[in-house]
């Protein structure tokens, strides 16, 4: 009998470190994080060790953030397990905006057959997408792929609307595109990716994928692979995108098994199907001793609306950088034709005086306590977009790397007994930054803001989590913006520690997080907002594995209020199990976010130093003090406010160059969370304080 595998990552993996000159062995205190291409098959019918799931189906409404009390989330199809969701990089839920229709694309649930129906194996390899024009209140379905010797795994995709004048709004002349890798027993691993198109309509949704010749292709490792595609590439997963220029994009690994290069395949429609192209990025990045190119997944890429600008992130340490920069850092590649042609472009320079912040919440390397070098973590997740100037944003946290040397820097520290990657104490948790390139390519052309920081953090393999095979639970770090780009939205699940074992500091009861960011205003809102903990049992404290559309849509704006509907998914199962049947969760509702008088200012470093502000301690009793060190004498106010905006204790203080300490009574001031607002000059920061 044929046998169904699994995808897990390793990310706890003590048994093996990179070869060096200096690290010869691996240290005490630190964890070797594998990247997402280490990946190894098992018997998907052979669970590894299992504990008892945590049923977690009645818990109290605690949380530090403003609830979303409108959020409803509702059941709308599931899969026969929970591979096929594990990676917030796939993009298996968009909006199409010309449509106004949300699709998702998933592996089969266990009452879906496709026709003709595959092998019951191959069959957990089908993929189904559903598709819905009100918000989630009717859905249609369709199959797209399916193949015996070719089975689909980790698909993605959108809507390809023809582009026309007026704008098509028939959903009848629109398709729907997607790709994945596909594996099989046989070959035991990767044996190359699918890329299907299938057209919509009601006459169009129904199990059998589409006959045209060409619509469902398999580029295999064997080959032959189509004239524009130069060499054979895995795991067609990370960021597909579809712009209005009509063109379907995805990032995927290039070559057969490791992180060396990126292959970037471009869809173009012809004649009812669609042509695929490739193109190869090989950045330019160091190499370890034994050989291994200094270069991580995942990939990320971003475009305009048009789909003429685009950038291709990638993780890698590069050729030529010192100091704070010999870091996994983004690597950004540009286009400004529509993929024509690409430059190479500058990178963010965290040695510059604009990023001491940022270097002060880092843990410094093992040989010199001076010395702090980010890291931005692929585990926990990451996501960019293109906003309406065509500047890149890049979300995400940062670590610490643990040794500067080429041949070590996938591996960083470890705190207390829990092996924490963070100490999760005031001034080292795991912050989330938003960075922006401004497309210049001039020096300096990134800067930096503090969106928010998360209490918990990816969730390991051991006891502590909920799930039988353990799958990593990481924050899935996302971004999605307004077509217009006028408006962005950042979201991340983490967990109330108050509830979670001991207070463990892991991610095992996960919520959703959003702010939302005004670009034109420059602005950010004042709270967070909390999608899941006042939702229904299924959902409250279990929000795991969720997906945003990488696109929402602008409901109204007002003096006070921005309304939003973000399409958004979440799966899970009751108890907590991997290989059997899990559940879909969709929502749409309107978010309410403050506007104008209440919404905090963000500051760009190169305008000033303010973002070097920390406030001690957090928690907080009585007094807390904020710590300023600024380029220039100003004049510094700070405003304390609640959960809705209410200024609760202001202060003044004409402030010298240099460090400045102002300390800020918080006496007759009830327990909760708060937000300090700095203000200097017109330059505005924003922290979250904590009372006891």
């Given at each position: 009998m044929k046998k169904h595998m699994l995808l897990i990552v390793v990310l706890f993996a003590a048994t093996s470190i990179l070869s060096q000159t200096v690290i010869s062995s691996k240290p005490a205190g630190i964890v070797n994080f594998k990247l997402i291409t280490d990946i190894k098959y098992f018997n998907e019918g052979i669970p590894s060790a299992k504990i008892n799931p945590v049923n977690q189906t009645t818990l109290p409404i605690r949380s530090g953030s403003k609830l979303s009390s409108t959020t409803t989330w509702h059941s709308f199809t599931s899969s026969m397990n929970i591979y096929g969701v594990l990676y917030s990089y796939c993009k298996p839920l968009q909006w199409n905006d010309d449509l106004d229709a949300v699709t998702f694309i998933h592996r089969k649930g266990a009452g879906y057959n496709p026709s003709p129906l595959p092998s019951a194996d191959a069959a957990n390899g089908a993929m189904v997408v559903h598709i819905t024009l009100d918000c989630g209140n009717h859905w249609d379905s369709t199959a797209l792929y399916a193949n015996d010797l070719y089975w689909g795994r980790f698909p993605s995709g959108a809507i390809y609307n023809p582009p026309s004048s007026p704008v098509n709004t028939n959903m009848s002349n629109a398709y729907f595109v997607g790709a994945g890798p596909t594996t099989s027993v046989a070959a035991d691993s990767w044996v190359g990716n699918f890329y299907a198109s299938k057209q919509l309509g009601t006459t169009n949704y129904n199990n059998a994928p589409s006959t045209v010749t060409n619509a469902v292709q398999v580029m295999s490792n064997n080959g032959p692979l189509p004239p524009n595609v130069p060499g054979n590439h895995y795991l067609a997963i990370y960021d597909f995108t579809a712009t209005d220029d009509g063109k379907m994009r995805v990032l995927a690994h290039m070559g057969a098994s490791s992180d060396t290069a990126v292959m970037l395949m471009t869809g173009t429609f012809n004649n009812g199907v669609f042509d695929w192209a490739g193109k190869a990025f090989s950045p330019p990045v160091t190499v370890a001793i034994d050989g291994t190119r200094n270069l991580s997944s995942p990939f990320l890429m971003a475009w305009n609306e048009l789909g003429t600008v685009g950038y291709i992130v990638i993780m890698g340490s590069r050729i030529g950088a010192n100091a704070s920069n010999v870091g996994l850092q983004p690597i950004v590649y540009k286009t400004t034709n529509s993929g024509s042609?690409?430059?190479?472009?500058?990178?963010?320079?965290?040695?510059?005086?604009?990023?001491?912040?940022?270097?002060?919440?880092?843990?410094?390397?093992?040989?010199?306590?001076?010395?702090?070098?980010?890291?931005?973590?692929?585990?926990?997740?990451m996501d960019c977009t293109v906003d309406a100037n065509n500047k890149l944003h890049?979300?995400?946290t940062l670590l610490g790397h643990k040794s500067g040397h080429l041949d070590?820097?996938?591996?960083?520290?470890?705190?207390?007994?829990?092996?924490?990657?963070?100490?999760?104490?005031?001034?080292?948790?795991p912050y989330l930054y938003d960075f922006v390139y401004d497309g210049s390519n001039a020096n300096p052309s990134w800067s930096h803001l503090l969106i928010d920081s998360m209490s918990t953090q990816v969730a390991p393999g051991n006891n502590d989590n909920p799930w039988d095979n353990k799958e990593q639970i990481g924050a899935r770090i996302q971004m999605s913006r307004t077509p217009d780009g006028q408006h962005l939205l950042y979201s991340w699940a983490e967990s109330d520690t108050s509830l979670t074992t001991n207070q463990?500091?892991?991610?095992?009861?996960?919520?959703?997080?959003?702010?939302?960011?005004?670009?034109?205003?420059?602005?950010l809102s004042p709270t967070e907002l909390d999608l899941t903990s006042d939702a229904s049992s299924?959902?409250?404290?279990?929000?795991?594995?969720?997906?945003?559309?990488?696109?929402?849509?602008?409901?109204?704006?007002?003096?006070?209020?921005?309304?939003?509907?973000?399409p958004m998914t979440i799966t899970n199962s009751n108890p907590y199990t991997s290989l059997s049947e899990n559940t879909h969760w969709?929502?749409?509702?309107?978010?309410?976010?403050?506007?104008?008088?209440?919404?905090?200012?963000?500051?760009?470093?190169?305008a000033n130093s303010?973002?070097?502000?920390?406030?001690?301690?957090?928690?907080?009793?009585?007094?807390?003090?904020?710590?300023?060190?600024l380029i220039n004498t100003s004049k510094v106010q700070i405003d304390v406010l609640n959960t809705v905006g209410q200024l609760v204790r202001t202060i003044q203080s004409?402030?010298?160059?240099?460090?400045?300490?102002?300390?800020?009574?918080?006496?007759?001031?009830?327990?909760?969370?708060?937000?300090?607002?700095?203000?200097?000059d017109n330059v505005r920061s924003a922290k979250k304080l904590v009372i006891e």
């Open positions: 042609t690409w430059s190479l472009e500058s990178s963010i320079d965290f040695n510059s005086s604009a990023y001491s912040d940022l270097r002060d919440r880092l843990e410094p390397i093992n040989v010199n306590p001076t010395l702090k070098i980010p890291c931005f973590p692929w585990f926990e997740g890049i979300f995400t070590s820097l996938k591996i960083y520290n470890e705190f207390t007994t829990e092996q924490y990657l963070w100490r999760h104490i005031p001034g080292r948790r463990k500091k892991f991610n095992t009861m996960p919520n959703i997080k959003t702010r939302l960011y005004d670009v034109s205003a420059a602005l299924n959902i409250s404290y279990r929000a795991m594995w969720h997906f945003v559309s990488p696109k929402f849509k602008l409901i109204s704006k007002t003096s006070t209020t921005i309304t939003a509907m973000v969709y929502s749409c509702s309107p978010l309410s976010f403050a506007n104008t008088s209440t919404l905090i200012g963000i500051a760009e470093n190169t303010i973002n070097n502000s920390s406030i001690f301690p957090n928690p907080a009793k009585n007094n807390v003090t904020v710590n300023i060190n004409q402030a010298q160059t240099g460090s400045n300490s102002i300390t800020i009574d918080l006496s007759g001031l009830s327990s909760g969370i708060y937000f300090v607002n700095i203000k200097v």
